[in-house]
């Protein structure tokens, strides 16, 4: 079935540094992926998505890049700041309809 | 800006009861979903709702699970017959089109 890997489960960066998770997809036919932030006990918030007929996307300290012959997406923080600590998922969709997340990174930004 | 909102926020039910978790998607979407999330785990698609039926459902969606859009603005997701593992946090989504989704804030459900 489908299957979206992630990678690293945990990550820690001194403030100021970069962050880097990067994701890969089984389901060649996928075409959208996005980006969530997920706070302790909260809802996942959408943070950046990119479509399949894009290479890059940036908003601000926030970077998405794909490469859709390797089925690799990555997600980029950059200044990191303590608020960023949180669980980030990266999905996939799979079909029209259907989407799958990765397992998580859990992003710790020291102070 | 409008918001999915979610109810219960917590649902405590005895091991064979039946649970409805209900959800209010935001008005003018089209297409919604629920997940679930065990604790500390990834998110899982479970079924994916437009037009008035089912779309897409995972394996995890079987027998005794259930959706309906009872009315112009409810969204609920019915488990018939509850067991321990399906303690979890029951997120809801919507989105106008196929992309953009908005999750409520979920429901924890506890199966004793």
């Known amino acids: 079935g489908e299957n979206v890997e992630q990678h690293p489960s945990t990550l820690s960066v001194q403030e100021g540094d970069s962050a880097v998770i990067k994701c890969t997809y089984s389901d060649s036919a996928s075409n959208y992926f996005p980006w969530y932030k997920q706070e302790l006990g909260k809802r996942p918030q959408l943070i950046i998505d990119?479509?399949?007929?894009?290479g890059e996307k940036k908003d601000q300290r926030i970077a998405v890049t794909l490469n859709k012959t390797a089925k690799h997406f990555s997600l980029h923080i950059t200044e990191t700041q303590p608020e960023d600590s949180a669980v980030y998922f990266c999905?996939?969709?799979?079909?029209?309809?259907?989407?799958?997340f990765g397992t998580g990174t859990r992003l710790k930004v020291l102070a | 800006e409008p918001e999915v909102t979610q109810t219960p926020s917590h649902q405590v039910t005895q091991m064979g009861q039946e649970v409805i978790l209900r959800c209010v998607p935001i008005s003018n979407h089209l297409y919604f979903y629920w997940y679930r999330q065990i604790l500390g785990q990834k998110v899982e698609f479970l079924v994916s709702f437009y037009n008035n039926e089912i779309s897409e459902k995972s394996e995890i969606f079987d027998d005794q699970f259930s959706v309906e859009r009872p009315d112009g603005s409810n969204f609920t997701l019915k488990i018939r017959s509850t067991k321990l593992e399906d303690s979890a946090m029951y997120f809801c989504?919507?989105?106008?089109?196929?992309?953009?989704?908005?999750f409520g804030p979920g429901t924890r459900l506890t199966v004793l």
């Open positions: 990119i479509r399949s007929n894009v």
């Open positions: 989504a919507s989105l106008y089109g196929p992309e953009r989704q908005f």
């Open positions: 999905a996939a969709r799979s079909g029209t309809y259907k989407y799958i």
